[in-house]
């Protein structure tokens, strides 16, 4: 339950020291989707999972959670997606390759360069996540999931945060966006010549 690093302040040659109760093992793990399409409201569509350390426990996602995240966001954006992702293993395994096959009719799918951070526009997102808990001193790990979902929801109900995320990759969506100045993005990752004007982006 390492927590993630912030800055504080203390008086000079006294290091702040934090003592907590919880223990050592478990963790919490994120997956998300920021999803676009012109003329509508930019939404985030997530997944937590809870890792506590118990034998034979998964520690993480697996491709079958990525799988059921994509048909919830399908659900709930009620459309074909154009989906977004990077090169990470669970990616590219034969289980999830089958599914995309299968559902092609709906499910369009764009790699990113094998190594393209800068482009990932979710670690906008988790960045912004883990400043908000930077300084919990939680008793346990329910505690810090509660902090996470509660903060992913803000999230949620302020598309300009998300919006945002994207404009910090250099990255634009749509035939019309302009950035502050009126000046053409320098880099499009998708427009309605690409994904049609009924799919919706998703950036994973």
Request: proline share 4%; glycine share 10%; with cysteine.
């Amino acid at each position: 339950m390492t927590p993630p690093r912030a800055r504080t302040w203390g008086r000079i040659g006294q290091t702040p020291v934090v003592r907590v109760r919880g223990r050592g093992s478990g963790r919490v793990s994120m997956a998300g989707m920021a999803c676009y399409k012109s003329g509508e409201r930019s939404r985030l569509i997530y997944a937590i999972h809870e890792y506590r350390g118990c034998k034979d426990e998964p520690k993480g996602f697996g491709w079958r959670d990525f799988r059921d995240l994509i048909v919830r966001a399908r659900i709930q954006l009620g459309g074909p997606i154009a989906l977004v992702w990077d090169n990470v293993r669970l990616h590219l395994t034969t289980g999830m390759r089958e599914f995309i096959d299968a559902n092609a009719e709906w499910l369009t799918v764009f790699q990113l360069p094998i190594y393209a951070p800068d482009l990932d526009l979710t670690e906008g997102v988790w960045s912004l996540v883990k400043r908000d808990i930077g300084n919990l001193a939680a008793a346990d790990l329910s505690e810090i999931t509660r902090a996470v979902k509660r903060r992913l929801k803000q999230i949620q109900y302020r598309p300009h945060v998300v919006d945002g995320c994207l404009a910090g990759t250099g990255l634009a969506f749509g035939m019309d966006d302009l950035d502050n100045h009126g000046q053409r993005p320098r880099r499009r990752f998708l427009d309605e010549r690409t994904t049609g004007s009924d799919q919706f982006a998703a950036l994973v």
